[in-house]
């Protein structure tokens, strides 16, 4: 598979990441050691980035179990994979009574961490991203909260997820910043508009397209559009392969993460790492779906 750098200084992962929110924060997930195995097949394919977050969990009574599964799949993997794979997880969202809130206080976000910490059996965490901002704090508290633990050795890298160009702006006058995480495909393309991708761009931050297929129904619709059936049939893979191509090719630091809840679906996800499109299937392509 290709490689993505992630953020301007590395390192280098597999050009398609996966998500593990479906197999941690469903509730047709699967038990705890199928999604290890998810992952640890997911690696053999060169698939090296894993996201997470201490809120994939169906509430609050199961904080930190996307990330018990993801130290699960790591402690099965062969020593010489483990080198390869970096575990990115989330702080800042909470799950009262199976809600999704935000909790961006500088006190949450440190007890995150460490609990982040325990759960991932780490004394540093691969990449922290906030998971959201918080409207009741201001953001660059939350931030300096993370870039606190970062100086202390508890965080290498420092990502965003849901935020604006204006607050990756401000983040990186707090801290270095390394990726931002969006929601971003075929059927929805904010960071295309919204000044997100190309401030990535500019900064050469890694841009982490979450739901990259639209979830479950996204995926499916994909299936009956007519311009991505068309580029599949050309190059004998299914709609939603192509469609992570499609990401691939908008930003040299792309990586879409796919959630998953099968290992036939991160193989076939996989398999869009080893495609390239030509530029009339891109134009196609892009004039489709929106």
Same mark, same amino acid.
């Given at each position: ?8 200084? $590395? ?21 705890? =050691?199928? /999604?290890?195995?998810?992952? &640890?097949?997911?690696?053999?394919? /060169? &698939?090296?980035?894993?996201?997470? +977050?201490?809120?994939? @969990? ?11 599964? @993801? ?7 062969p020593a010489d994979m483990r080198d390869q794979v970096v575990i990115a997880t989330k702080g800042g969202s909470i799950r009262p009574n199976g809600a999704w809130k935000q %909790? ?17 059996? *780490? #004394? ?9 901002? %918080?409207?009741? &704090? ?14 202390? /050795? ?8 849901? !935020? ?27 960071? =295309?508009?919204?000044? !997100? ?18 979830? +479950?129904? $996204? ?5 009956? #559009?007519?311009?991505?059936?068309? &580029?599949?049939? =050309?190059? /004998? ?11 691939? $090719? ?9 959630? *998953? ?11 869009? $790492? ?11 392509? #892009?004039?489709?779906? !929106?």
């Amino acid at each position: 598979m290709q490689q993505r750098i992630l953020g301007p200084d $590395g390192p280098g992962v597999g050009a398609i990441g996966v998500g593990t929110g479906p197999m941690a924060a469903s509730e047709d997930r699967p038990s705890p =050691e199928d /999604g290890a195995k998810i992952l &640890v097949r997911a690696t053999e394919l /060169g &698939v090296t980035l894993w996201d997470t +977050a201490d809120a994939y @969990c169906l509430d609050e009574s199961e904080v930190g179990y996307g990330e018990r599964v @993801c130290q699960i799949a790591y402690a099965a993997l062969p020593a010489d994979m483990r080198d390869q794979v970096v575990i990115a997880t989330k702080g800042g969202s909470i799950r009262p009574n199976g809600a999704w809130k935000q %909790d961006g206080r500088p006190e949450h976000l440190r007890g995150a961490i460490e609990a982040s910490l325990k759960a991932l059996q *780490t #004394d540093c965490i691969d990449l922290y991203q906030l998971h959201a901002p %918080d409207s009741q &704090v201001p953001f660059s508290d939350s931030i300096g909260a993370i870039a606190q633990a970062q100086q202390a /050795g508890k965080i290498r890298r420092i990502g965003l997820s849901n !935020v604006s160009a204006a607050q990756i702006d401000q983040a990186v006058h707090i801290a270095p910043i390394a990726s931002v995480q969006n929601q971003m495909n075929f059927y929805q393309r904010p960071p =295309e508009t919204d000044g !997100v991708l190309e401030k990535c761009r500019e900064l050469g931050l890694a841009f982490l397209p979450y739901s990259p297929l639209g979830g +479950a129904d $996204g995926a499916k619709s994909l299936d009956e #559009d007519g311009a991505v059936g068309a &580029v599949a049939s =050309e190059l /004998g893979v299914s709609p939603q392969c192509v469609v992570l191509a499609w990401l691939l $090719g908008k930003y040299d630091k792309m990586i879409p993460i796919p959630g *998953t809840r099968r290992v036939a679906t991160i193989e076939d996800s996989a398999r869009a $790492g080893e495609i390239h499109l030509t530029s009339a299937q891109i134009g196609q392509l #892009d004039a489709a779906g !929106v």
